[in-house]
Structure formats: structure tokens, C-alpha cells
């Protein structure tokens, strides 16, 4: 997992491609979203998911609009985004409100669990995920600029 998420911060905007990876972790989920699997949030159901490579206060101001709006704000960041994410909703009075993933740990969780905890399920699993992120990642209006992914063996 590491290594993909250091393949996708090396390739174009940081921001996209991790929107892409999640949206690919998020596999039926993001395919079935009212906003499509590229929109910034992405909404599934009454959650409006962030991806943000690097949280910033504006992207607090848009999940207290998300609340305002009945929307369940979730972040997902990379490494010590999460944690700045985290820091900058308690700051605000929104601690307690806001969700906050580990960009990671969510995708891994996405991967682990439903391939059994195996080693060829792992695999498998991982290969559905670059697969869908490079379907994901074409779609976006610069057509994946680079930003491919090659699964380490």
C-alpha cells in the first residue's frame, strides 16, 4: 500500500490522483455515487467524502457547508495529513464531527478484508484496484496524465 501511495504522489497533481486511488478503494461504492467518482467530494449516500493531499482551513469551511447541508463530512488523507485534518476540525469547534481516514489504512482496509487475509487474495485484490484506478483516473478531464501505477511484486 505504501508503495502505490508513494507511485501516486510522484505523478501529476497529488490531489487528484489520490482522489482517483480512493475512488478506485471505494470500487461499487464510488461507481454507484451521486456525484461520480471524480467530483471534489465525492458523495455517496449522505457523505461527502475530501481527498485532500495536503488539508488546509478551506477544507474545513467545506465540510461545516457539508453539515449545514446534512451531509456527513469525511476526510481521507495521506500519513500526518490525516493528522493535520484532524487538528484543524478541533480548532475549528468540529472535532467531533467531522471523520477523518488515513488515506492508507482506508485503502488497505479495503483490500485486506475482502481478499481474506491471504496472499493471493491480496493480490487479486490489488490488481482490481490499479485496475480500476487507471479506469477512473482516464476519465478525469486531462485523460490520467501519467499518473499510471505499476503493482511492486
Known amino acids: ?4 501511495l508513494r507511485q501516486a504522489r510522484e505523478r501529476g497533481s497529488a490531489n487528484e490522483t489520490l482522489r482517483c486511488l480512493v475512488a478506485a478503494a ?9 456525484s461520480g467518482p ?5 458523495r ?26 446534512g ?26 464531527r467531522i471523520d477523518v481516514f488515513e488515506a492508507a489504512e482506508l485503502i488497505a482496509t479495503r483490500i485486506y478484508i475482502p481478499a481474506g487475509l491471504t496472499a ?18 482516464q476519465a478525469s478531464p486531462d485523460g490520467g496524465g501519467g499518473r499510471r501505477i505499476a503493482l511492486v511484486r
Open 1 to 4: 500500500m505504501t508503495e502505490l
Open 26 to 34: 471505494l470500487g461499487a461504492a464510488a461507481a454507484d455515487a451521486t
Open 38 to 42: 471524480l467530483a471534489d467530494p465525492l
Open 44 to 69: 455517496i449516500g449522505d457523505t461527502a467524502i475530501h481527498v485532500a493531499a495536503d488539508p488546509k482551513e478551506t477544507l474545513i469551511t467545506r465540510c461545516r457547508a457539508d453539515l449545514g447541508a
Open 71 to 96: 451531509l456527513q463530512p469525511l476526510v481521507v488523507a495521506p500519513g500526518d495529513g490525516a493528522m493535520v485534518a484532524r487538528a484543524l476540525a478541533r480548532y475549528a469547534g468540529l472535532g467531533g
Open 120 to 137: 493471493a487474495g491480496r493480490r487479486a485484490a490489488l490488481a482490481r484496484l490499479v485496475k480500476r484506478y487507471h479506469r477512473i483516473s
